[in-house]
């Protein structure tokens, strides 16, 4: 049973830095792409960053570009969100998905860990 499960969640002010980790179990995750999402409250999930099943071509949302990085080691199956230059914009429960990379859609998704900056 594939399982995702995020941690690092929290509390900043704006300007603060957060890492983000998720825990993938279940099988072996080296062939999937993996991805951090995010939703606010009332607003639609949206697309955070996301790394290739090799590790090497990360991508972001504008939004966040330049001030997060996503990084994974595929041998420990983790994947990491360092977040910088928070903003209270940035406020959201923010989720791991993982796809295989044929798939165009993420198909498992973590429980969220909340992301909470203040200004």
């Known amino acids: 049973q594939v399982q995702l499960v995020e941690s690092g969640g929290g509390l900043v002010q704006a300007g603060g830095s957060l890492r983000l980790s998720c825990a993938a179990s279940?099988?072996?995750?080296?062939?999937?792409?993996m991805g951090w999402f995010r939703q606010a409250p009332g607003k639609e999930r949206e697309f955070v960053a996301a790394s290739t099943w090799s590790g090497s071509i990360p991508y972001y949302a504008d939004s966040v570009k330049g001030r997060f990085t996503i990084s994974r080691e595929i041998g420990k199956n983790m994947v990491y969100l360092q977040m910088n230059s928070l903003k209270p914009e940035d406020s959201a429960v923010y989720y791991c998905a993982a796809k295989v990379r044929s798939r165009n859609d993420y198909n498992y998704w973590g429980q969220g860990t909340q992301v909470t900056v203040s200004s």
């Open positions: 279940g099988r072996s995750f080296s062939t999937y792409d």
